[in-house]
């Protein structure tokens, strides 16, 4: 007889009782979610099934379809996992939500959840908004986490690393038209603005070194060979002293010129003697002599120098 604690053939368990809900059915079958053990002839012990995606009241507190620690319904279903928000419909499977990180927000605090937006922040986990950077400031990217991720933002005339600061003024041959620049424009060749921080292309009207124009402004002209300006502003060039020349046109000093054997970036002095195994004929750059070869002393002034062969080596030097 079903309900009296000792089960038949025909019963899939018999737990002592016809009351519904406790594993053993009033009809002596099995119920779903439950798992019920005894043999033939012994009272059914009943117990919930954890892992099957239905819960039993009073028996479990979640049940996720699996027995996986992680996913915020513990793998033995008796508790929810911290940092998880976690529903289960009636008689369905516990759905459980993790919460949002540090730089992410949502409406509950739990996934789904968006990055916090450039301009913002959100600095704690379960963060249901984000914080707005202060007035003039903003982050480089979006999903930051503290306000020190606000950071001033370049106005014109300035530049920043990503736009953002530390800020430094353009320097006088550059301008920035608009904010939030990380570099700044180059002023039309010969031409620099009057001081650091200029907003604009109109302001590179001053006339640089080595160029002139009327007062000083533009439109500007490179000097002539052997003639210089030495500060931005001139309105003439004026010939170098006796003696002594420029490398070029567009120059802002003069100097005497490299003889052969010396170097210097300009080719004027000071000079720098070129070194053992090296050559000048131009008085600009030291030259390297060729493989296994080098000169006889400091100061050569041709690759015909080069005519020692370095130990280890034999044979008649380049030419």
């Avoid at 370049?154 to 920035?176: D, E, S």
Wanted: glycine share 14%.
């Amino acid at each position: 007889r079903c309900g009296d604690g000792i089960r038949l053939h025909q019963e899939a368990c018999d737990d002592g009782n016809t009351a519904p809900s406790d594993g053993c059915s009033a009809t002596c079958t099995v119920e779903p979610g439950w798992q019920c053990a005894g043999g033939l002839g012994a009272r059914s012990e009943c117990d919930a099934v954890c892992g099957d995606a239905v819960v039993i009241a009073g028996k479990e507190v979640c049940d996720d379809g699996n027995r996986n620690s992680g996913d915020g319904c513990a793998s033995n279903c008796q508790a929810t996992e911290p940092g998880f928000s976690c529903s289960t419909p009636a008689g369905g499977r516990t759905v459980c939500a993790p919460q949002c990180v540090a730089g992410q927000s949502s409406a509950t605090g739990f996934a789904p959840c968006t990055p916090c937006a450039v301009g913002s922040y959100q600095g704690a986990a379960q963060g249901t908004s984000c914080a707005a950077c202060p007035s003039g400031e903003t982050t480089a990217f979006t999903g930051s986490t503290k306000a020190s991720d606000c950071r001033p933002i370049c106005q014109k005339g300035t530049f920043g690393q990503g736009g953002l600061g530390p800020c430094t003024p353009c320097p006088v041959t550059m301008y920035a038209a608009t904010e939030r620049q990380s570099s700044c424009t180059s002023c039309p060749s010969g031409t620099q603005t009057s001081a650091p921080g200029a907003t604009s292309a109109e302001a590179c009207n001053v006339c640089s070194a080595g160029q002139s124009g009327v007062g000083g402004k533009a439109p500007c002209s490179p000097c002539a060979a052997n003639t210089i300006s030495t500060s931005p502003g001139s309105s003439q060039c004026t010939p170098c002293p006796d003696g002594t020349v420029t490398d070029g046109e567009g120059r802002s000093r003069c100097g005497v010129r490299c003889l052969a054997g010396t170097s210097s970036p300009d080719g004027l002095a000071p000079c720098t003697v070129c070194p053992l195994g090296s050559y000048s004929s131009d008085g600009r750059t030291c030259a390297t002599c060729p493989s296994g070869s080098t000169t006889l002393s400091t100061g050569a002034a041709s690759s015909k120098d080069c005519n020692q062969c370095l130990p280890g080596h034999a044979g008649a030097a380049p030419a």
